[in-house]
């Protein structure tokens, strides 16, 4: 036998390393399926550590937020967002030393309009972890450290400016956080389990349930989205306690985003309802609504945190049209809709337009949630090349 008729050297660890991952394969369950997917999917993975990022945000917002929602000051209305400077100069050369600078402010004698001056001579340092007001986390510890902010408690440091009372605009973001990112995971709660429930029922029975249920949701689906939203939010009693408004705002959303979700689980459970696994758990006596949750709704869980996923960005961006419509959320409740109702005019946005930065807000978190549903739903199925 001549040397050429021998293997090459590597032949054999490559077709070692092939059937190894066939066989990873063909044992993994769907879940590990799932995830070796969507992890090569990077805008879906970059979008998954920004959503994670603003839950913690939304969790964590005393702690994120460098002042309280309602703390103002009426010396500093409307003033312009301070640049971060890291580096100052000594004596001794170059030193990190973050801090932002002062300002000054001018009035026109005329029209009293208020002008504010960048004062280099005013340094006003700024550090991580710092402390400053004091605040309850969750309702149970007192606390007072923020995690940025002025490193000398009072001093006037408002990194994305203030608006119109003097309220730093980056905590009331903040802050909106919490109230925007947990109106939209509640609602699409809601929605999810009035989806599953009747798009389950509809397509495993069919019939005159279906009928019925489909009609419904035919006419919820026609009427404009809007007036509808307007009509039911001038039902809310203006005298209502933000509390109880927010959660008839939540309740309000899911009963109208349900019908999406109840479709796509109609059609999957009419798929489904004629798979061998379904006739055998039916001749052995299992009781139906034992055969819908326990052998048909798990079979469709990715499908479901896909659309899930990718109907959060609509309550949050629902919730924020009603907000700024002034027929949502209303203060003292922050949200993102909320804040943006201070830059509803023109004369606003001419004079601070850092007041549009809730805006931003919005949609970053709308781009994320959009993108990482993406990721889940081409993960979903991950037999698919």
């Not at 973050?98 to 029209?111: L, M």
């Not at 280099?120 to 902010?149: M, Q």
């Not at 349930?209 to 939203?229: F, G, K, V, Y």
């Not at 307007?230 to 927010?246: D, E, K, Q």
């Amino acid at each position: 036998m001549t040397a050429a008729t021998y293997p090459p050297a590597g032949d054999g660890a490559s077709a070692s390393a092939e059937v190894h991952a066939e066989t990873r394969i063909v044992i993994a369950n769907q879940w590990q399926l799932i995830w070796w997917k969507f992890r090569k999917h990077r805008l879906a993975m970059l979008a998954g550590l920004v959503t994670i990022l603003l839950y913690v945000v939304a969790l964590f917002a005393e702690l994120f937020a460098p002042y309280s929602a309602g703390t103002y000051s009426a010396q500093h209305t409307f003033l312009p967002p301070q640049s971060i400077n890291f580096l100052q100069w000594t004596d001794a050369g170059w030193r990190f030393y973050p801090h932002v600078y002062g300002h000054k402010v001018q009035v026109d004698p005329e029209s009293f309009k208020r002008t504010y001056i960048v004062d280099e001579t005013v340094i006003l340092p700024i550090g991580l972890f710092v402390r400053g007001e004091e605040y309850k986390l969750w309702g149970l510890f007192t606390l007072d450290v923020h995690l940025i902010g002025a490193a000398q408690f009072g001093d006037p440091v408002h990194l994305i400016g203030t608006d119109r009372l003097g309220r730093d605009v980056l905590s009331r973001t903040i802050y909106g956080t919490r109230v925007s990112m947990s109106v939209g995971l509640v609602g699409v709660g809601l929605s999810l389990l009035l989806g599953v429930i009747l798009g389950g029922i509809s397509g495993y029975y069919g019939g005159l349930i279906d009928n019925l249920i489909q009609r419904a949701i035919e006419i919820l689906r026609s009427l404009p989205t809007i007036p509808l939203w307007m009509g039911l939010s001038a039902a809310i009693p203006l005298t209502w306690p933000p509390v109880r408004v927010y959660f008839a705002i939540t309740v309000l959303l899911s009963l109208i985003g349900w019908t999406t979700l109840a479709r796509e689980v109609r059609g999957r459970f009419l798929s489904l309802k004629t798979e061998d696994f379904v006739i055998a758990a039916r001749l052995d006596g299992v009781r139906e609504m034992e055969i819908i949750l326990r052998h048909m709704v798990p079979s469709m869980t990715s499908h479901i945190i896909a659309s899930v996923t990718l109907a959060i960005p609509g309550m949050i961006l629902a919730e924020t049209a009603l907000s700024f419509l002034g027929i949502g959320l209303r203060p003292p409740v922050v949200s993102w809709g909320v804040l943006l109702q201070e830059a509803q005019n023109v004369r606003s946005i001419a004079t601070a337009p850092w007041l549009l930065f809730p805006g931003l807000a919005v949609v970053v978190a709308v781009l994320a949630m959009n993108f990482l549903g993406d990721g889940l739903r081409d993960a979903a199925d991950p037999y698919q090349a």
